[in-house]
């Protein structure tokens, strides 16, 4: 367990041993919450990129989405 002072604007430095072990990076989104009166805070996982898709796929993508839009109304 470690300690950190809060600063004036609510900024905290998350020890250098926390960010090398969970790949926080300069930039890292964070979420944040409280549970409990506990502050808890983790990594958002990048996203991954997909593969590209065609028309025809894009086409029947769209399709299935208004179908399920419609459905859940």
Known sequence: M????????????????????????EGALLEIGEEGGVILLRPVPKLNGGRAIGEKEYSQVIKELDQMRRDWR
């Not at 470690?2 to 041993?17: D, L, W």
């Open 2 to 25: 470690s300690h950190v002072r809060v600063k004036r604007k609510g900024q905290v430095t998350i020890p250098q041993e926390l960010r090398s072990k969970l790949g926080i990076e």
